[in-house]
């Protein structure tokens, strides 16, 4: 479905659309929906339980999710309200790795230089 989304060039949701067309277009599973909002699957699956209009389909085993192009928009435009920015990536272990080692260096070369210069 994702690829099928790539082709009709699906875009963020920024405007209402009111063609016939996206009132039918289906979102599945969560990595499609996640593509769709331009979030992570992680984002979404909270936005779910903060309303966002996703549909379980029951099986024996496992549920499947979809959702309707139309209600996340309507979803996403509702009371004019803007969702939230994403988020700037926290800095990674090893950046904070390279900053720790740097200053481990240059207090042991300022130790180094105290002992044997001092």
């Given at each position: 479905m994702l690829f099928a989304a790539a082709l009709?060039?699906?875009r963020t949701p920024s405007k209402l659309r009111t063609s016939r067309f996206f009132s039918?277009?289906?979102l599945?599973?969560?990595?499609?929906?996640?593509?769709?909002?331009?979030?992570?699957?992680?984002?979404?699956?909270?936005w779910k339980k903060e309303g966002l209009p996703v549909h379980r389909h029951l099986h024996a085993k496992k549920a499947s999710?979809?959702?309707?192009?139309?209600?996340?928009?309507?979803?996403?435009?509702?009371d004019g309200n803007e969702l939230?920015?994403?988020?700037?990536?926290?800095?990674?272990?090893?950046?904070?790795l390279a900053?720790?080692?740097?200053?481990?260096?240059a207090v042991a070369a300022g130790w180094i230089t105290a002992v044997f210069l001092g």
């Open positions: 009709l060039n699906i039918t277009t289906l599945d599973p969560w990595k499609a929906i996640a593509a769709y909002l331009k979030r992570d699957e992680s984002t979404v699956r909270r999710v979809y959702a309707y192009v139309s209600e996340i928009d309507l979803w996403w435009n509702k939230e920015p994403p988020q700037p990536a926290a800095r990674g272990w090893r950046e904070r900053w720790s080692l740097a200053i481990l260096v």
